[in-house]
């Protein structure tokens, strides 16, 4: 198996914050943390472009290799994860990432910064799978229940695609193909190609 | 002369001990390897009972890598529509 990685397609993302709202409810995601958000471009103007971002699971991670305590580990499926109990919330993760992924909750007087949190690709952390430990600490573990992540599921156009690098590649690779391109046109046609037969009916339907 | 030389092989032998001592630096880098690293060991997806969890869908066999990921490649399929609709 490849990586497991993230892709989206900006010709899709119609910024519905979809995606967003499934991850916050999939593992309890506290007010304060968004381990994942849609990000636009022009907004407003013709054309605006929106994109998804969580971690990317990094196949060298910059998290990983400034943590002070060594608390981030890679799984074989190339899940960047990390131990909570481990981390000291010193931020370093944050200031590495280029996709600001690293959050922290922050409760209590003074700003008091708490340990990092972030996106898990759904696969929960080190604690024994689909425990109430885990489900508290990390979110939900839908890789050990044969699932791939939430927000991708969800996501109602497809512009965000999860899971097996190669699989996620091979969908994008035929959609791609399908569309056709240009960079002036967007709409229907760029995000979901051209029907086969544009002269067809649509069938009548029937009042019951 | 011979204090000279003296003092040469001297100064060698400090700069052969430097040279070794420099050998012994150990590197600034933490290297983390795959699945190993100072926390608490993870289990594998692929190591659940496929039963044991209320909503599981997917099929594989308990610790059998290979069928694990056949079943979320399967289920990647999901998000292509192309597959599904058209």
């Not at chain 1, 943590?67 to 799984?75: L, N």
């Not at chain 2, 699945?35 to 997917?58: C, F, H, I």
Request: glycine letters at 12%; proline letters at 5%; one cysteine or more.
């Amino acid at each position: 198996m490849a990586r497991m990685k993230f892709l989206c397609d900006a010709e899709r993302c119609i910024e519905c914050n979809g995606c967003v709202t499934a991850c916050k409810q999939e593992n309890e995601v506290p007010w304060g943390v968004n381990r994942r958000r849609v990000v636009t471009l022009n907004d407003g103007v013709p054309g605006e472009k929106s994109i998804s971002v969580a971690c990317m699971h990094c196949s060298d991670a910059p998290c990983m290799a400034v943590c002070p305590v060594d608390c981030f580990y890679k799984t074989e499926e190339g899940v960047v994860l990390h131990d909570k109990d481990m981390c000291i919330g010193c931020g370093y993760c944050f200031y590495a990432c280029p996709f600001g992924a690293p959050q922290f909750p922050q409760a209590g007087a003074f700003g008091v910064r708490g340990k990092m949190d972030k996106c898990t690709f759904c696969a929960g952390g080190p604690e024994k799978d689909n425990s109430k430990e885990e489900f508290a600490k990390y979110g939900s573990n839908r890789l050990a229940e044969g699932k791939l992540p939430a927000c991708a599921e969800m996501c109602s156009t497809k512009a965000l695609l999860g899971g097996d690098g190669d699989v996620v590649a091979e969908i994008f690779r035929t959609r791609a193909m399908k569309r056709g391109k240009g960079a002036e046109v967007w709409g229907w046609g760029t995000a979901y190609g051209k029907p086969d037969n544009p002269q067809q009916q649509a069938p009548k339907g029937e009042k019951s | 002369m011979s204090s000279v030389r003296r003092l040469l092989v001297a100064l060698a032998a400090i700069a052969a001990l430097g040279g070794l001592a420099g050998c012994g630096e150990k590197d600034q880098i933490v290297l983390y390897q795959q699945g190993k690293y100072q926390g608490k060991p993870d289990t594998k997806p692929a190591d659940n009972d496929p039963g044991g969890s209320l909503y599981t869908t997917s099929k594989w066999t308990k610790g059998d890598k290979a069928s694990w990921e056949a079943a979320i490649k399967s289920r990647n399929q999901n998000q292509n529509e192309y597959t599904r609709a058209n």
